[in-house]
Each structure stands twice: as structure tokens, then as C-alpha cells.
């Protein structure tokens, strides 16, 4: 994917934040911190996912839970409404809908989560 460049400035101690933690996951400063600021606008974009390491690298999951995004579709298409869907995990309908826009917006990112998971 094409990418442009774009720059900021941070406080001298959030920067080395960023480089150690850059360093413990053996990647260039410019990438963890291109991640970061992905993430935090997906976050904004979509209330309720967040991102964590998984076996197959990043995958978006719903915050305060342990389930991911691809695991909330899978019950959907099985439950086939958002109300059964949102009582099976004891949810909100609307962070249901939430985890439901996120996979759609991504659905190709879905596939390769959960085939990770299986993999893995």
C-alpha cells in the first residue's frame, strides 16, 4: 500500500518511550510509531476496538473483553440478529454493531485473523 510521509513532535520522554519499546519489538521507530497512530485513529473512528498481539500480529478486538472482532462475527452469522448476538456474549447491542461495522469496514483483515487463529 502506498504510503506518505507525514511528521510530528513528541516530548523528549515519550520518545524514548517509543524507542524502547520500537527496540523490544525489533522494529524501526517510524513503524511502531506509524502503528500507533493507525490504531489510536481506528479506535477513534470505531469506540469499543482496540488492538492487541496475537498469534497472527495485530488483531482488533472488543475493549474490555477478550474476544476478538473476527470471534464476535462468527457468533453473529451463527445468531443471525445483533440482539442474540449481543445476549450471547452479555453486551450492549451497540458495541455489537460496533465490532460488526469494524469487520465490515476490514472484512479482509477478518479472514486473516481468524485463519491465524486456526493456524496457530
Known amino acids: 500500500m502506498p504510503t506518505i510521509v507525514q511528521s510530528c513532535r513528541i516530548e523528549e520522554g515519550h520518545a524514548a ?5 520500537a527496540k523490544r519489538r525489533h522494529l524501526e521507530v ?3 510509531s506509524s502503528l500507533y497512530l493507525k490504531e489510536k485513529a481506528l479506535e477513534e473512528e ?7 498481539d496475537s498469534v497472527g500480529g495485530r488483531e482488533a478486538y472488543v475493549q474490555g473483553h477478550r474476544v ?3 470471534e464476535v462475527v462468527d ?3 451463527e445468531a ?4 442474540r ?3 450471547h456474549f452479555r453486551w450492549t447491542p451497540a458495541l455489537v454493531r460496533c465490532a460488526l461495522a469494524y469487520a465490515k469496514m476490514f472484512a479482509k483483515e477478518m479472514v486473516q485473523q481468524r485463519e491465524a487463529e486456526a493456524a496457530g
Request: proline share 4%.
Open 17 to 21: 518511550l517509543l524507542s524502547r519499546q
Open 85 to 87: 448476538t449481543a445476549d
Open 30 to 32: 517510524s513503524t511502531l
Open 46 to 52: 470505531f469506540p469499543g476496538i482496540g488492538f492487541r
Open 80 to 83: 443471525k440478529t445483533i440482539t
Open 68 to 70: 476478538a472482532v473476527w
Open 75 to 77: 457468533v453473529y452469522r
